[in-house]
């Protein structure tokens, strides 16, 4: 991905990304890359990812394997984040590091209830419990400080 290869963007303070990723066999993006932005752009203060997952996708569960984790990478000027998503490995390993390394992170909100289109979800046996929301409750919400992390669930009308 180009991401690697940004250059500093020292005047950007606020990014919004709309990304529709596809169910592709051979889907060539890795939402974890997305922290090269951070890196690009460190007085970014806030970040907001729209990724709408079209069709089939995997939500994480433990059978996936080890999460990945980036070096660490202090950011000292994002304090806002809002992740559309759905629970696929790369967007919590995403979601984690920003977790990690926003020191004066004041709120993310992981928005579980429009990142996904109406065409098919993909859930395997041992994941059919395993959706973004639980994703996000297991492995974001209570270990980190200060409640800063806010999860919306899907309205189920």
Not at 31 to 42: C, D, G, I, Q, R
Not at 56 to 73: F, I, M, N, Q
């Amino acid at each position: 991905m180009l991401l690697t290869r940004l250059r500093r963007l020292i005047s950007l303070r606020h990014l919004t990304l709309d990304l529709n990723i596809s169910d592709l066999p051979q889907r060539k993006i890795d939402v974890l890359e997305l922290a090269y932005a951070l890196k690009a752009a460190p007085f970014m203060e806030k970040l907001e990812l729209n990724m709408v997952m079209i069709g089939r996708h995997r939500r994480y569960c433990p059978d996936d394997g080890e999460l990945r984790s980036l070096a660490s990478s202090p950011h000292s000027h994002l304090s806002w984040v809002h992740i559309g998503f759905v629970g696929e490995k790369d967007q919590l390993e995403l979601a984690l590091h920003i977790l990690h390394n926003a020191m004066v992170l004041k709120e993310m909100i992981i928005d579980t209830s429009s990142s996904t289109e109406s065409v098919g979800v993909y859930f395997l046996p041992e994941c059919v419990a395993s959706d973004g929301y639980s994703v996000a409750l297991e492995f974001l919400s209570k270990q980190y400080r200060n409640n800063i992390v806010c999860i919306l669930e899907v309205d189920e009308q």
